[in-house]
């Protein structure tokens, strides 16, 4: 009869909380700065970790351990010790940075039973930017386990308010939650303490486990909750946990790399075929009313998106839900269109001008057809990408499944964005094809519309570990109600959608207005148009979460700045010390004077003139807007 056990990493594992210890053991690492370092030791009740941010304790002593199915361990031993360090840096395919430094000190502690048959490590990496840690597992009798659960830990300060996802797709937030009160959120959490010090925990390297949720003890420690059972033969490692700390949330976007560090180098040699780029899109457009024309899901509403897009200048195109059937029945078959759409025609009419096809395929078609092959002929039609609809469950099989779509898609060199996604790891550094996913509430989702607020949050909880499809840049907002899946009214002026595309990280940029909108507004859309998508330096200029979020992004000797507020609006200074020195030419995009959220949205003033690095900017975004600027070195 099978029984659940409590394994802790102890000297000697017991089966109980209360085990004795035959001895106790500590250690410390420090981070290669010498300004951080972790304490890892061992007491009565089990293996424990403290974090400490400079003389300041970030996460105070919390457990480690596992919770197994059977009673598979016991009198485990640490029999070694190693201590290595790295150094190095490395060129992303695409990012918010050209070189990402790599550098850490790495302790990893193993204990074994007596005839060698379970080998378990505990391995911490000690980073400037911040802390991460693994378990491992190595069992050879019996050859199968499951794990239950992890007894991790998180103490962070218990005076703490939190920012915690409530939604299984990272689509909805609540803010200012006491740390006690947290009940199975979504990673990552963002908290911070009455001292102003700041908080955020994710999970990176996620493969072939289940996702993490923490809920809040009667003490106020955060505890790990595996999102269903993992089942292994052999061997295997969960996901690295990360901690990072800082004075200011804007430390996180800036060295949100940390996550992409801790997972594997790309596997793909021939990396040319993965391109950052901006769609046409035609699912927000669906019901639009243009020259008496009304736009659907049928082949000419289709042919005129994609010949604007050739006329916009832009790389690719979407197709998104219902073009082979309904997308949740597991009848509908993704290697046909339905009669209404003419793929066939509508692909060769994108082969003539260059236009690169990304295709919508829900979950439901991956698990019911042979992927491999459909995936090959999407291939031969010459589709460049796909997107991948409601993955819904965050468990080892849902994240196994989202790993094997992705990894064939890199044998048939197609690019990927999952909607409805687990929480975004950095396993884009692995696989680079992974351009973008969905693990936020995109724009006009169901009958909740973000507000201004939401757009200042969000950057520093979703956006940190990894890019997430917004799919912002409605320009027609006084119309966009007669769509038939836009159910509500945007909050946003029109220089705020703009300023989103470039607030929000993606390398891949979905585009929700019908062409004649973007062309109306042609020179706000040139702003749009003009991002890389890529960048080879990235800086956070204003991030009062909840309040104010500005950022700029550098390619060659251009910068592109953009900025959003809440409802409340906001003036500001801007200083550019942080440029090149020299003369540069400026794009400034304003809200209009009586623009706000809710009245006048799509009003704006555009500026040109020469500015110099030494001098400064005065700013104001209207309610609910934003600004956005374009700077080019003379």
């Not at 890529?534 to 204003?542: A, F, H, I, P, T």
Request: with cysteine; proline share 4%; net charge neutral.
């Amino acid at each position: 009869m099978k029984s659940s056990t409590l394994i802790f990493l102890t000297v000697v594992i017991g089966f109980a909380l209360n085990a004795n210890l035959s001895a106790q053991n500590k250690f410390e690492l420090q981070s290669l700065n010498k300004k951080d370092k972790v304490i890892i030791g061992s007491d009565e009740l089990g293996w424990y970790y403290t974090y400490l941010k400079g003389e300041d304790v970030a996460i105070g002593k919390s457990r480690l351990g596992i919770n197994l199915e059977d009673e598979l361990i016991s009198d485990l031993k640490v029999v070694n010790t190693t201590l290595d360090k790295q150094e190095s840096n490395w060129k992303p395919k695409w990012g918010m940075q050209k070189i990402i430094p790599d550098n850490y000190k790495e302790l990893t502690i193993t204990l074994e039973n007596e005839d060698n048959s379970i080998s378990m490590g505990l391995i911490f990496r000690m980073y400037n930017e911040g802390l991460a840690f693994k378990y491992t597992f190595c069992i050879t009798k019996p050859s199968s386990f499951v794990i239950k659960n992890e007894l991790t830990e998180f103490k962070v300060s218990e005076d703490s308010k939190c920012w915690v996802l409530i939604h299984p797709w990272g689509k909805k937030y609540k803010a200012d939650v006491p740390v006690k009160e947290v009940e199975n959120a979504s990673l990552p959490i963002l908290s911070k303490s009455k001292k102003g010090k700041y908080v955020f925990i994710t999970e990176a390297e996620l493969y072939n486990y289940g996702s993490l949720h923490v809920t809040s003890n009667d003490k106020g420690v955060l505890n790990a909750n595996i999102m269903g059972d993992v089942s292994f033969k052999g061997q295997t490692e969960s996901p690295w946990r990360v901690i990072m700390s800082a004075d200011s949330p804007s430390y996180f976007i800036e060295k949100g790399y940390l996550i992409q560090n801790l997972n594997k180098p790309s596997k793909i040699e021939d990396t040319s075929w993965i391109k950052p780029g901006i769609s046409n899109w035609d699912w927000r457009v669906r019901g639009a009313i243009e020259d008496g024309f009304t736009y659907g899901l049928n082949t000419e509403s289709l042919l005129r998106l994609l010949n604007a897009t050739a006329e916009l200048g832009l790389p690719y195109f979407m197709i998104d839900a219902g073009w082979y059937g309904v997308e949740h029945e597991k009848e509908s078959d993704p290697f046909t269109a339905i009669p209404e759409v003419d793929l066939q025609k509508i692909l060769s009419q994108a082969r003539q001008k260059n236009i690169g096809i990304w295709l919508y395929v829900n979950r439901k078609a991956f698990e019911n057809y042979d992927f491999d092959k459909l995936l090959a002929t999407y291939k031969s039609w010459g589709v460049v990408g796909v997107k991948f609809g409601f993955l819904k469950k965050k468990n080892q099989k849902s994240v196994k499944l989202l790993q094997d779509v992705l990894e064939t898609c890199a044998k048939h060199q197609i690019m990927f964005d999952c909607h409805e996604a687990v929480i975004p790891s950095g396993i884009e550094r692995t696989w680079p094809n992974f351009l973008t996913r969905e693990y936020n509430h995109s724009l006009e989702d169901g009958r909740y519309i973000a507000s201004p607020t939401d757009h200042t949050i969000t950057p520093f909880l979703n956006n940190v570990a990894g890019p997430i499809d917004v799919t912002p840049g409605f320009f027609d907002i006084d119309k966009i109600t007669e769509r038939k899946y836009v159910r509500e009214p945007l909050k946003s002026t029109v220089v705020a959608q703009a300023a989103m595309c470039l607030t929000y990280f993606s390398p891949l940029l979905c585009l929700p207005d019908i062409p004649q909108a973007y062309q109306r507004k042609n020179d706000l859309f040139q702003f749009i148009k003009s991002l890389p998508l890529s960048y080879d330096e990235s800086k956070v200029l204003v991030g009062d979460i909840g309040k104010n979020y500005v950022v700029a992004r550098r390619k060659g000797k251009k910068w592109w700045i953009a900025g959003v507020c809440n409802e409340e609006g906001s003036r500001f200074k801007l200083p550019l010390d942080f440029l090149e020195k020299g003369n540069y030419r400026m794009h400034l995009f304003t809200d209009g004077k009586t623009s706000s959220w809710q009245n006048d949205r799509e009003s704006y003033q555009a500026i040109q003139k020469t500015i110099r690095s030494y001098d400064s900017l005065d700013l104001i975004m209207a309610p609910g807007g934003g600004v956005c600027i374009m700077l080019e070195l003379l």
